[in-house]
């Protein structure tokens, strides 16, 4: 399979393609013939491992960041405001490159090593999506804690618990409860966000529908196919995170009525 | 290996050049988007379910579905459709225009449905005519309630594209990735093209706190 490099994709000019493109052949048993079909289909597994590996980097360093940002510590809340920024401002595609690229340079003689890891790209997709996502979840916690009245704090520490305990205990499990909604939204997103590793040779979805049309030239009815996969994707987590709200819902604490 | 600024001023021309493609694509992907999503917003608050419908399943399917799959979707269609090759940069327009329609119609969605009845009906009571209600309570209302989403999802629309990389497009990050390829100073090149969109997003996201503080105080928000 080959690398990902743009501008190859599709019609290239007075390219075969070009001269197809004026009575173009829709042919959908592409999406199903071997080998396009187990194609496609690891690359639904890749989406998938990539999406829930990158969510649980992103929600525990998202937890701990976005309560870094309302600490006592004035330390604490700039280096956590000062990763939020710089993860938030930066395009995930330019993060992506600056990971794959960049950051096994930095380290010298050892960067031919670095390079060999077998899957590299594949571990540079996962952690590098958990960092940028986690930027993203940390605001919806701080959200989250704003939220929380100033009597739930004090109601805790006059319980004689530590400013730990507190978070641990009370805050924490009361503020994830609140955020669901937004949450559920990153979570959709993260799986969306998992075919910007295609820049980087991944073989998830989006790779395999681009590796599909440079192979058959047939990449509309791919990316039409890769369309529905999306979606259903993101139908499923709806329903999953639906799941999970319902699971943790404290009666009469949640907006919707318990 | 220390830091070699020479590789970054040297090609600064070629890669300037890319962020003027950028701020291109970028402010029309911003006007085509505002304007549908515009409309598309008022398809999300219409009574009639022939408009309604439609309207909400395009702006739900679209939301599911990554960018780069649109982006690629509307490349290969095009040449279906008009018989020959275009331009990436028209595609990538295209694409972005289609799907911040979407994004920027929840905004506008979400502005319409905040102006409340009383609020609108208090208007016409003082004798106000249907442009002079427009003209003068709902639509700066609205407005100044819109700006920082506004704003944000600017943002966002100008990060996103970066994304016109994967058909090809020369725009900034293209554009630095030939100069790596030639080069092979990643860490001077990416650096260089974070740190510019770090600037100017966060000049972007400062506006937009700017804004929300300010109408906040006043309470519009």
């Known amino acids: ?258 | 290996m220390f830091f070699d600024y020479h590789v970054i001023i040297e090609n600064l021309p070629y890669l300037l050049q890319g962020l003027v493609v950028t701020f291109k694509l970028a402010g029309l992907a911003l006007a085509g988007g505002i304007f549908f999503g515009m409309l598309v917003g008022l398809g999300r608050i219409s009574q009639r379910n022939l408009i309604y419908y439609p309207v909400s399943a395009f702006v739900n399917f679209l939301r599911n579905i990554p960018l780069i799959i649109i982006i690629f979707w509307v490349y290969f269609i095009l040449p279906i459709m008009v018989g020959r090759n275009i331009d990436p940069f028209l595609a990538a327009a295209l694409a972005f225009i289609i799907f911040e329609s979407t994004y920027f119609g929840e905004i506008f969605r979400a502005g319409y449905q905040s102006i409340s009845k009383d609020m609108v009906g208090s208007a016409y009571a003082t004798g106000l005519t249907y442009w002079q209600v427009a003209r003068y309570v709902t639509i700066p209302i609205a407005f100044r309630r819109m700006l920082p989403s506004l704003i944000t999802q600017s943002i966002i629309t100008f990060q996103d594209t970066s994304l016109a990389f994967v058909i090809g497009l020369h725009e900034f990050v293209t554009r630095a990735n030939v100069v790596n390829n030639l080069e092979y100073r990643s860490i001077e090149i990416y650096s260089f093209v974070a740190v510019v969109f770090l600037i100017l997003c966060y000049i972007g996201s400062r506006i937009s706190l700017h804004f929300e503080t300010k109408y906040r105080k006043a309470n519009v928000l």
């Open chain 1, 1 to 258: 399979m080959k690398k990902f490099s743009p501008g190859f994709a599709g019609a290239e000019p007075n390219s075969k393609e070009a001269c197809m493109a004026f009575n173009y052949n829709f042919d959908w048993s592409i999406l199903w013939s071997d080998p396009y079909g187990m194609w496609i289909i690891q690359g639904i597994g890749y989406t998938l491992l990539i999406g829930a590996c990158a969510w649980v980097i992103a929600f525990l360093l998202g937890v701990l960041i976005g309560t870094m940002r309302v600490s006592n510590l004035r330390i604490l809340r700039f280096l956590a405001t000062l990763y939020t920024e710089v993860f938030r401002n930066i395009p995930f595609l330019v993060q992506l490159f600056f990971w794959y690229y960049a950051v096994p340079m930095l380290f010298g003689p050892l960067t031919p090593i670095i390079n060999k890891i077998s899957n590299l790209n594949l571990y540079v997709a996962i952690v590098g999506l958990g960092l940028y996502t986690a930027s993203r979840v940390a605001e919806h916690v701080r959200a989250g804690y704003a939220s929380i009245s100033r009597d739930q704090y004090q109601a805790a520490l006059s319980t004689g618990m530590s400013q730990v305990q507190m978070y641990r205990y009370i805050i924490i499990p009361y503020c994830l409860r609140l955020i669901i909604p937004p949450i559920t939204t990153e979570f959709l997103t993260i799986f969306k966000n998992t075919s910007i590793a295609m820049v980087i040779s991944v073989s998830e979805t989006t790779f395999m529908t681009y590796q599909i049309d440079a192979e058959t030239f047939h990449g509309f009815e791919a990316t039409t196919a890769a369309m529905v996969i999306y979606f259903f994707i993101g139908m499923s987590v709806v329903k999953l995170m639906d799941l999970v709200e319902a699971k943790f819902r404290i009666p009469g604490l949640s907006g919707r009525g318990g």
